[in-house]
């Protein structure tokens, strides 16, 4: 039987209501923000595409498909959810410049709305983040106006607890199951071991991130912690937080980090490593399982900010339903907003 995910802490006190997501593509849409400037030549057309009901894999093999070359042809940045309308960038290696009509590409609600040429492939992460247009349904909408408002005013300041989102564990905590056996020693194919090793540290990191947020330090410099400068990948350590760097994680220029487990774990110092090491030896069965197996694994410790900031956040209240705008970095999920207002039914 597969582990099941927690719920994991919640950073202001739990959610305001319950009410349904998803249930129509349109109620969650995504779009993806790339900023890249085009040379207009080169080996590979970039095309945007909006697709509705369909996951990115899917739309990947169908552009191969249009184009006649292989699926190791066609590149995309990130994955995007299924049940959704989202449009999001790929590129198809076409070196020959053989001529390809992408007006007739069709494919189950999706189709290709921008064209441009360019010298190189699109590689994961390179888009820069991504906006949300969110409808959560619920009759007693109109109730919850006021603490909607005052939840959204104390995120604003202080940020969203970066978990992931649960998709990343499967359906039903599967993608752990795999985790455990792969790390047990099962042969797998590159994209399962792939899989199961991303499921397994990012379980692992919300355990650390839930105890953080549990002692109310999830967004608080701790000694020995690895700052993250916001909106980068840029890292330093900080021995003792002093006035200035407390002033600049206050105001969300800086965010504490949490480790990402491997060899090398953990990777702070001080008071964070002895927290980690805490959570990775005494949080259950499951979790020291991974730490152990991930120590041994193939794969370097990390870090990870232990929060996102919400850009542009606005919520609008209908009759029947919350509509939610914002925009996040790349690697953050609108569920781990989400979940801080409302719990999905």
């Known amino acids: ?149 005052e939840r959204a005013a104390m995120i604003q300041r202080r940020g969203v607890p970066n978990y992931f989102g649960e998709q990343r564990f499967g359906r039903d905590g599967a993608n752990l199951e795999l985790a455990l056996e792969v790390l047990d020693g099962m042969r797998a194919r590159r994209h399962q071991q792939s899989m199961a090793l991303s499921a397994g540290r990012s379980y692992l990191f919300n355990a650390i991130l839930h105890a953080r947020v549990i002692a109310n330090s999830w967004d608080t ?33 800086i965010h504490p980090t949490a480790t990402l487990w491997g060899k090398g774990a953990p990777i702070g110092a001080g008071e964070v490593a002895k927290l980690e090491s805490s959570v990775a030896s005494s949080s259950g069965d499951l979790v020291a399982r991974l730490a152990a197996g991930l120590e041994t694994a193939r794969v370097d410790a990390g870090s990870r900010p232990t929060r996102f900031v919400a850009h542009e956040l606005e919520i609008g209240v209908e009759d029947a339903a919350v509509c939610f705008a914002f925009r996040l970095g790349r690697g953050s999920y609108a569920t781990a907003l989400l979940r801080e207002f409302l719990t999905s039914l």
Not at 111 to 130: E, I, S, W
Not at 221 to 248: T, Y
């Open 221 to 253: 410099l701790l000694p020995g912690e690895r700052a993250n400068l916001d909106g980068s990948g840029s890292v330093f350590v900080v021995d003792v937080p002093d006035e200035e760097l407390a002033a600049r994680c206050g105001a969300l220029d």
């Open 1 to 149: 039987m597969a582990p099941g995910v927690p719920e994991w802490a919640h950073a202001y006190g739990g959610p305001l209501f319950g009410a349904a997501l998803r249930t129509r593509p349109e109620d969650f849409v995504v779009d993806e923000l790339l900023d890249v400037a085009f040379t207009d030549d080169g080996e590979h057309d970039w095309l945007r595409v909006e697709k509705r009901g369909s996951n990115t894999d899917w739309i990947a093999r169908q552009l191969a498909r249009h184009a006649d070359v292989k699926p190791s042809a066609v590149g995309y940045s990130g994955l995007k959810d299924r049940h959704a309308v989202t449009t999001q960038w790929f590129s198809v290696w076409r070196p020959t410049g053989s001529a390809v009509d992408w007006r007739q590409f069709s494919a189950d609600d999706a189709r290709v709305l921008a064209v441009a040429r360019h010298r190189r492939k699109l590689r994961r992460g390179t888009h820069t983040g991504n906006r949300f247009r969110i409808t959560a349904r619920t009759e007693a909408a109109r109730e919850h106006g006021e603490a909607l408002a």
